[in-house]
């Protein structure tokens, strides 16, 4: 978003333009922090900055550097390509849902103690019969409406 004035002006506007995709990469790193029941204070600490600094880029008011995306990824245990999935205007993967409802979800105390106590469960086989029980649960309720 450049206006044709001075290039100090315009690099200002630029600089200071809101980003949607800044905003989303934001999110989805508020979204990863929060299932690993991790504050802005310990992933700040792990990449070497202000807890401050983590509101920005999870507001979108700062840009995330790739170097700082790469290592944030590395502390959050998710591939790069996890910040950019289903984000506005890009190439989405057909089977990326909309991840409103998921931030929505694990911004919940519900949503963070479910997350919590399934992430302890190591057997595979009882993560997916977890999984089966909750989404018969979700169909009978779905029923009830």
């Given at each position: 978003m450049f206006v044709a004035v001075g290039k100090k002006t315009a690099k200002k506007v630029a600089k200071t333009a809101s980003n949607s995709i800044d905003e989303y990469v934001g999110g989805r790193v508020r979204l990863r922090r929060r299932m690993l029941d991790m504050?802005?204070?310990?992933?700040?600490?792990?990449?070497?900055?202000?807890?401050?600094?983590?509101?920005k880029y999870e507001n979108g008011a700062?840009?995330?550097?790739?170097?700082?995306?790469?290592?944030?990824?590395?502390?959050?245990?998710?591939?790069?390509?996890?910040?950019?999935?289903?984000?506005?205007?890009g190439h989405n993967l057909k089977t990326a849902p909309p991840l409103d409802y998921v931030d929505e979800f694990v911004s919940s105390s519900e949503g963070l103690r479910l997350i919590s106590a399934f992430v302890r469960v190591d057997n595979p086989e009882t993560r997916r019969r977890i999984v089966s029980l909750v989404q018969v649960i979700a169909e009978d309720d779905g029923d009830k409406d």
């Open positions: 504050s802005q204070g310990e992933l700040g600490d792990s990449l070497g900055i202000s807890c401050q600094q983590i509101q700062n840009r995330i550097s790739a170097s700082r995306l790469q290592r944030a990824a590395h502390i959050l245990q998710v591939p790069i390509p996890f910040f950019f999935e289903g984000a506005p205007g």
